[in-house]
């Protein structure tokens, strides 16, 4: 497509439930980010996908979540048992292959906002 | 780890320059980026600049990097009220280029 597309735009769920939060990166992009937007922690990183593997899953705060990346293409974000405190804007973005040093900008699709009751 | 701070508010009038302001620690980071968002938006990308370049212009915008300082800049040029929304430094490259952001600054143009 055109940009980033993330599904559903917004999604409210009770405390305890699972959630999936889908990404559709722009057509050709072989890499992969989630990130995460709340109030309390800024903009923070989340996992990173090269084609399906995901070498750097660093930022996922806990067990709780977890990612995977199928056909080089849409990538879906899992949330299990949530709690209050994954409330936030989770942000998808792709860009190009990584030259070596890095450097393809990011374009992000416009996030998930999730709230936990 | 990398850290990254902005200036949390700036405020100016319709037609002057802002300038917003950022800094960086970590000195392996090799490209560093400008983000836009508006409300209940995502991150525009603006513009980006490689760490061995000084300065790049694109038509109202232009960045300034002092790598001594690890201080980044964007300047925008005759700000409009459209340009009200809150900008991210982030900082990036190794083997992912996971960006590492700042707080973000929100620019208020007043008209």
């Known amino acids: 497509g055109a940009g980033v597309s993330q599904s559903p735009s917004n999604k409210v769920t009770e405390k305890g439930k699972d959630v999936e939060l889908r990404c559709d990166p722009i057509?050709?992009?072989?890499?992969l980010y989630w990130y995460r937007q709340s109030l309390g922690q800024g903009l923070e990183f989340l996992i990173y996908?090269?084609?399906?593997?995901?070498?750097?899953k660093s930022g996922l705060p806990s067990d709780r979540f977890s990612a995977e990346r199928t056909g080089g293409s849409v990538s879906t974000l899992t949330i299990q048992r949530t709690q209050q405190e994954d409330s936030a804007v989770y942000l998808c973005a792709s860009s190009l292959v990584i030259d070596p040093g890095g450097g393809q900008p990011q374009h992000f699709g416009d996030g998930t906002r999730l709230s936990i009751l | 780890g990398e850290d990254v701070e902005q200036s949390l508010f700036l405020s100016v009038r319709e037609g002057d320059s802002s300038v917003i302001n950022c800094t960086y620690t970590d000195s392996s980071s090799t490209y560093l980026y400008w983000y836009k968002q508006e409300p209940g938006a995502g991150l525009q990308l603006l513009t980006y600049?490689?760490?061995?370049?000084d300065m790049k212009q694109d038509q109202r915008l232009t960045v300034l990097l002092n790598k001594k300082d690890k201080h980044l800049s964007l300047r925008i040029a005759d700000t409009q009220t459209g340009d009200s929304a809150i900008y991210f430094c982030?900082?990036?490259?190794?083997?992912?280029?996971?960006?590492?952001f700042g707080t973000g600054t929100l620019l208020a143009v007043q008209p």
């Open positions: 996908f090269q084609g399906n593997s995901a070498p750097d």
């Open positions: 982030a900082a990036g490259g190794g083997a992912t280029n996971k960006l590492i």
């Open positions: 600049i490689f760490s061995n370049m």
């Open positions: 057509s050709g992009h072989t890499a």
